[in-house]
């Protein structure tokens, strides 16, 4: 069962275009809905973040938009660059005060032309 | 700068081959997972440890092991490769301890992986 669907697959922009890449999740207990981005050869790495008590948050060119009562986030990339060509990772988790695992969308590759 | 670092960068195995790799960390993280990636189906978590020696399972724990016996080392054993286990290994490690407030939640930092080739 995947408990998190990521769409599209792969995706190509134009240079300033606004690539959005989207989300959905069925568990109800999460709380916590990071995105990773992974350059070729390298670990993914925290990007941007969000708890479901806000609809959207900013962080530089990275939006998240949150949509709790559908179950559905999405994270939108403005004035796109080249150096944004990367795979894009949602995810999930249960906040908890011990140990909290992530449950990973299967990736979106992003290709920003110049 | 928190740094994991894996082992190997590239390994090529035969099939029936036994296979440690090896992750370290330097932030003093509780938590540590590995995860294999594979194209179109993302990151699946293989094992996890939230303190030494302890071990937990993740969703697709069959034919691997792991070892934590050193807080910041955490191990994943292969003992008797096969051509499905060919794929992008990644280590992470976490700290359920919450930082700056913009730190919502559990941030894993994971190492730049190893690519295992079984032939």
Partial sequence: ?114 | DVKVTQSSRYLVKRTGEKVFLECVQDMDHENMFWYRQDPGLGLRLIYFSYDVKMKEKGDIPEGYSVSREKKERFSLILESTSTNQTSMYLCASSTPDRGPIWDLGETQYFGPGTRLLVL
């Fill in chain 1, 1 to 114: 069962q995947q408990q998190v669907k990521q769409s599209p697959q792969s995706l190509i922009v134009q240079k300033g275009g606004i690539p959005i890449i989207n989300c959905a999740y069925e568990n109800t207990a999460f709380d916590y809905f990071p995105w990773y981005q992974q350059f070729p050869g390298k670990g993914p790495a925290l990007l941007i973040a969000i708890r479901p008590d806000v609809s959207e948050k900013k962080e530089g060119r990275f939006t998240i938009s949150f949509n709790k009562s559908a179950k559905q986030f999405s994270l939108h990339i403005m004035d796109s660059q080249p150096g944004d060509s990367a795979t894009y990772f949602c995810a999930a988790s249960i906040v908890n005060s011990g140990y909290s695992t992530l449950t990973f969308g299967k990736g979106t590759m992003l290709l920003v032309s110049p």
